[in-house]
């Protein structure tokens, strides 16, 4: 059985639109360019790594918007859940990867933005490094946001490293003996607190091994003194790095496109703050919180594989939408050759009924044959029937036709 010209032609059409339809609205052809960005309001940091990477993006045809919340770990639950869809996080952060529990297996990282040193500050002026017990035993320690990303990681360091102190509270609303903030070394928070009185804090040796030995994402920093000011010195501290987070949902090529952008800006990045310089393609997979995302993983490689292996994935979803349309295909055409079958069937039925009638006259049977005849023929006209049963079934009529007509002479 056969479909006529017109039916092959609507199914063709048909299966092309459905995979122009998947092509068209993957990733592969349009790639995401509309992002949700989380960010922590009140955390100076972020929000001015924000204004950077929006501007950045909106000069390539992105289009951000900013969803903004009291504290880091709410950001990066919203990007969890698909409420957002990019946040920052301190690559050190372990805390918050806690308090998301299984939802933070759905981050990804995109890529480390920035260094970020760990700035210390004092009433008291210490000429060289100093133990954690002589910073931190039974002192008031101000953090940026109360329990907050920064909060949570001076807590975790103290308490790793058994050192005990009175209390954290937040900077602005309480007294403090010792101020510690994440930053730029020489940004605009470290040289306000320079200038309004306060010593910076050289760290001693000793915490310094202790902490990147335990957290392999910290590491030694040792930050220049200004070269105009006869009261500066070298201070030695850790550093770890500022992450951009993404959900795992969002498409290979987007994120591909999304790090391209950000690698290929540095330049531009860095005219806004120096500390983008530490923007590389050189990322060490082992220290990160979340696993790297299968889109910068392609860009990072883009120089070795091919467009399949690139595309495997998205290739083999196509390939088996096509097999299974061919196979539904195959079925229906089945299925209307049977129908068809059917019909030529109750109408061979019908011929032996009438040859069997032994009682009618050559007359009626002729009358009904000529009957049956006609209603095959309308029903063939109308593609219900294949041809080639047809002209089995119509040879017989004649052939019947022929018998009785000869009866009917004698």
């Given at each position: 059985?056969?479909m006529?010209?017109?039916?092959?032609?609507?199914?063709?059409f048909?299966?092309?639109?459905?995979v122009a339809?998947?092509v068209?609205?993957?990733d592969?052809?349009r790639p995401q360019?509309?992002?949700?960005f989380?960010?922590t309001k009140?955390?100076a940091f972020?929000?001015n790594?924000?204004?950077?990477?929006?501007?950045l993006l909106?000069?390539?045809?992105y289009?951000i918007?900013?969803?903004?919340t009291?504290?880091?770990?709410?950001?990066n639950?919203?990007?969890?859940?698909g409420?957002?869809?990019l946040?920052f996080?301190?690559?050190?952060?372990?805390?918050i990867?806690e308090?998301?529990?299984?939802?933070?297996?759905q981050?990804r990282?995109?890529?480390?933005?920035?260094?970020?040193?760990?700035?210390?500050?004092?009433?008291?002026?210490a000429l060289g490094?100093?133990?954690?017990?002589q910073?931190f035993?039974n002192?008031?320690?101000?953090?940026?946001?109360?329990n907050?990303?920064g909060?949570?990681n001076?807590?975790e360091m103290?308490?790793?490293?058994?050192?005990p102190?009175?209390?954290i509270?937040?900077?602005?609303q309480?007294p403090?003996?010792?101020r510690?903030?994440?930053?730029?070394p020489?940004?605009?928070?470290?040289?306000?607190m320079?200038?309004?009185?306060?010593?910076a804090?050289?760290f001693?040796?000793?915490w310094?091994?202790?902490?990147?030995?335990?957290?392999?994402a910290l590491?030694?920093?040792?930050?220049?003194a200004?070269?105009?000011?006869?009261h500066?010195?070298?201070?030695?501290?850790?550093?770890?790095?500022?992450?951009?987070?993404?959900?795992?949902?969002?498409g290979?090529n987007?994120?591909?496109?999304?790090a391209?952008?950000i690698l290929?800006g540095?330049v531009?990045?860095v005219?806004?703050d120096p500390?983008?310089?530490?923007?590389?393609?050189s990322?060490n997979?082992?220290?990160?919180?979340f696993?790297?995302?299968e889109?910068?993983?392609?860009?990072?490689?883009?120089?070795?594989p091919?467009?399949?292996?690139r595309?495997?994935?998205?290739?083999a979803l196509v390939l088996?939408?096509?097999?299974?349309?061919y196979s539904?295909?195959?079925?229906?055409?089945?299925?209307?050759?049977q129908?068809k079958k059917?019909r030529?069937?109750a109408?061979?039925?019908?011929f032996?009924?009438?040859?069997s009638?032994?009682?009618?006259s050559?007359q009626?049977q002729?009358?009904?044959?000529d009957?049956?005849?006609?209603r095959?023929l309308?029903q063939m006209?109308?593609?219900?029937m294949?041809?080639?049963?047809?002209?089995?079934?119509?040879r017989?009529?004649q052939?019947?036709?022929t018998?009785?007509?000869?009866?009917?002479?004698?």
């Amino acid at each position: 059985m056969k479909m006529n010209a017109k039916t092959r032609s609507s199914f063709a059409f048909g299966a092309f639109a459905l995979v122009a339809v998947i092509v068209i609205s993957c990733d592969i052809y349009r790639p995401q360019k509309t992002f949700r960005f989380a960010v922590t309001k009140n955390d100076a940091f972020y929000t001015n790594m924000f204004s950077h990477l929006k501007i950045l993006l909106e000069k390539n045809g992105y289009q951000i918007t900013v969803v903004y919340t009291d504290r880091n770990v709410e950001a990066n639950r919203l990007v969890a859940q698909g409420k957002a869809d990019l946040c920052f996080i301190n690559n050190v952060s372990s805390h918050i990867v806690e308090a998301l529990g299984s939802e933070s297996g759905q981050l990804r990282t995109v890529l480390p933005i920035t260094r970020r040193a760990l700035l210390g500050f004092s009433r008291e002026f210490a000429l060289g490094p100093q133990r954690a017990l002589q910073i931190f035993e039974n002192k008031t320690i101000g953090v940026e946001i109360l329990n907050g990303e920064g909060h949570g990681n001076i807590e975790e360091m103290l308490i790793r490293a058994h050192v005990p102190y009175a209390n954290i509270v937040q900077s602005d609303q309480a007294p403090y003996d010792v101020r510690i903030i994440w930053g730029s070394p020489y940004g605009k928070r470290a040289l306000a607190m320079l200038d309004s009185g306060w010593h910076a804090i050289s760290f001693s040796p000793e915490w310094i091994e202790f902490q990147t030995l335990n957290d392999q994402a910290l590491g030694p920093i040792a930050l220049p003194a200004l070269p105009g000011d006869l009261h500066s010195r070298t201070l030695q501290t850790v550093a770890t790095d500022a992450v951009l987070v993404i959900n795992h949902s969002i498409g290979e090529n987007a994120v591909y496109r999304l790090a391209e952008v950000i690698l290929q800006g540095k330049v531009s990045l860095v005219r806004e703050d120096p500390m983008y310089r530490s923007i590389t393609e050189s990322i060490n997979r082992e220290t990160l919180l979340f696993p790297l995302h299968e889109g910068t993983s392609s860009y990072l490689r883009r120089d070795t594989p091919a467009f399949l292996e690139r595309y495997a994935d998205t290739l083999a979803l196509v390939l088996s939408l096509m097999i299974i349309l061919y196979s539904v295909f195959q079925a229906v055409k089945s299925r209307m050759s049977q129908i068809k079958k059917d019909r030529i069937d109750a109408y061979f039925l019908e011929f032996l009924d009438v040859r069997s009638k032994t009682d009618w006259s050559p007359q009626e049977q002729i009358r009904r044959l000529d009957d049956l005849f006609q209603r095959a023929l309308l029903q063939m006209t109308n593609e219900k029937m294949d041809k080639g049963d047809f002209h089995i079934f119509s040879r017989l009529i004649q052939q019947e036709l022929t018998i009785l007509f000869a009866r009917i002479q004698r």
